[in-house]
């Protein structure tokens, strides 16, 4: 009888551990509306942690174990009702960078709290009055092992059944399990160790000289210089590739004299948070965390004494980066303001801002990042509206037709070749040596009943196959006629991200100190090699080949 009662108590005392992590998963489900299945998963992913803690043998590591994961729900309990979402690594920052005066205003502003902890204790007490360590180890170690099993078979079947292998195991674990409880706050705490890290090598970096020289000056000339960076914007609808049967570049075209496209440019990754960097860094999908050591292209341009402006819409990553826009003389970030339909501020207004620079300044390196074409494609004014029916006029049984997605895209193409050929016009000065970089963070995979890009491990050629234009004025010509033949000679040639910071520097006619240079990485020299290329996936490790 009381051996029937001991295991009632162990089976209740192991429910109410169930219930532990699944409480805040319950919470942030409801506030969020993640429904059932949500809650589901979650018991799931626990499961391993209430197996392991069902052979403790000794009631007090059981205990012990029990209040420290009701710690940890319970902090994500707290962010979840004050925050609706679970423990970041910025709060924890926050908290390490707080004050006891201020942590003091914080707990007594929020000390309502404590009253929605009530019922996830009383569950702890419960778990640890009731357990009872199990008499029949045999039996205790073969239902441990069934719980044990059934997650890593869950997580088989996601990534192999219904994702087919397009998201990788590290990708599904940091983004499904990892950021969830019980597992969250610990999760978090190394991200914020990491964010910590990161930030002290960014500190360090500011310190660090690229020995940037230049061996050839325009005398008597202005200098302007500019890196524009678009969003999913795709190769194949650019009809300045000369194969698109849409006339979708018309303006740029029309400045083909001055003016050229590589043919075989890869983005090195399908995610703007990786690709960015990477494009203005010396960071490579195989060394990504070259980026937070050190800074941005504008170094070797503030060293060679250039005047240095970030221009970027507010959503972009350049906004709130600090350490890819830091050194520069401003950050200039430009709000998106729509109202009925009409683009008040946005891509357009850095058409101005770029004008009004070139006027006040006779050397000067801008870069600038777009809103672009980002899905949904609505990044275009009404006059650029031609062609129709499309997603953004039409019905939604209407827009599962991918047509009407491919002609909101190219309504937005119109627009940004519009936008990229005023610039051209505004640095296109009398008695001013000016070249132009234009390059796509990713592509876009248009598909039928919707659009997308960057949480696929697996990407296609549409994510990451896209535009690298250049621009010259015919004073930038006359000046580096080499240079301008030389990557007429390289439009076929293979090209990836890894490339645009060489060919920056090489565009103004920076050198590198030995140990940052790299000439044969841009497309402006006669030392160019082709290379390996690279595609970092959105778990921030895989590397994928897109050329094997």
């Known amino acids: 009888m009381n051996h029937n009662k001991d295991r009632i108590f162990r089976l209740v005392s192991l429910v109410c551990l169930a219930i532990i992590p699944l409480y805040p998963n319950a ?7 993640s429904g059932i299945t949500y809650v589901l998963t979650g018991f799931v992913f626990s499961l391993p942690v209430i197996a392991l803690l069902s052979l403790l043998h000794r009631k007090w590591i059981y205990c012990v174990l029990t209040s420290i994961l009701t710690i940890l729900a319970l902090i994500d309990l707290t962010m979840v009702d004050l925050y609706n979402d679970y423990l970041l690594p910025g709060a924890i920052i926050s908290t390490i960078n707080t004050n006891p005066q201020e942590a003091a205003e914080f707990y007594h502003t929020n000390v309502r709290e404590i009253f929605s902890w009530i019922p996830l204790v009383l569950v702890c007490v419960a778990a640890c009055l009731l357990y009872k360590p199990s008499s029949d180890r045999k039996i ?12 890593p078979l869950f ?26 409880p019980p597992y969250n706050v610990p999760f978090q705490c190394v991200n914020a160790h990491i964010s910590l890290t990161r930030k002290r090598q960014w500190e360090n970096m500011k310190n660090i000289d ?14 302007i210089y500019v890196l524009a960076i678009g969003e999913s914007l ?12 849409r006339t979708t570049t018309p303006r740029l075209e029309a400045m083909q004299s001055n003016l050229m496209l590589f043919d075989d440019y890869y983005s090195q990754a399908c995610l703007t948070m990786y690709s960015v960097p990477q494009l203005v860094t010396r960071a490579t999908p195989d060394n990504f965390e070259l980026c937070y050591a050190e800074r941005s292209i504008i170094e070797p341009f503030r060293e060679c004494g250039f005047k240095v402006f970030t221009i970027v819409s ?22 998106n303001i729509v109202e009925n339909g009409e683009i008040l501020s946005g891509d357009k207004t850095m058409i101005h801002i770029v004008d009004s620079l070139a006027q006040q300044h006779s050397k000067l390196f801008v870069m600038m990042q777009f809103l672009g074409n980002h899905s949904f494609f609505t990044n275009y ?3 650029f509206e031609y062609y129709t029916p499309n997603s953004n006029n039409c019905t939604a049984e209407m827009v599962r ?12 193409i119109l627009y940004t070749d519009y936008i990229l050929s005023s610039i051209i016009d505004r640095i296109n000065r009398p008695n001013t040596v000016s070249a132009f970089v234009f390059v796509s963070d990713h592509g876009e995979n248009i598909s039928n009943g919707g659009a997308g890009h960057g949480g696929n491990c697996t990407p296609v050629v549409q994510e990451y196959h896209v535009p690298f234009i250049f621009w010259w004025s015919d004073e930038y010509k006359d000046v580096y006629t080499d240079k301008v033949n030389t990557a007429l000679a390289h439009k076929h040639v293979r090209l990836n991200g890894d490339n645009i910071y060489y060919t920056l520097c090489d565009m103004a006619d920076i050198q590198l100190s030995e140990q940052f240079n790299q000439p044969e990485w841009s497309v402006l020299s006669s030392d160019f090699e082709e290379h390996e290329r690279l595609i970092l996936v959105p778990d921030g490790v895989t590397c994928i080949r897109p050329d094997n």
């Open 140 to 151: 205790t170690c073969c239902v441990a092992l069934v719980a044990l099993l059934i997650s």
């Open 401 to 412: 037709d991918s047509m009407m997605l491919v002609n909101a895209y190219d309504n937005s």
């Open 210 to 223: 690229m020995g940037a020289t230049r061996r050839v000056l325009p005398e008597g000339k202005n200098e």
């Open 234 to 245: 795709r190769y194949d609808n650019v009809s300045l590739n000369g194969q698109y049967k």
């Open 314 to 335: 507010s959503t972009n990553l350049l906004s709130y980066e600090q350490y890819l826009s830091d050194g520069v003389d401003s950050l200039i970030i430009v709000p």
């Open 27 to 33: 919470a942030y489900a409801l506030t969020n509306n």
């Open 155 to 180: 997580v088989t079947y996601k990534l192999a059944g219904f994702y087919k292998g397009q998201v990788t195991l590290r990708y599904y674990m940091d983004n499904r399990i990892w950021n969830r």
């Open 381 to 383: 004014e009404k006059e």
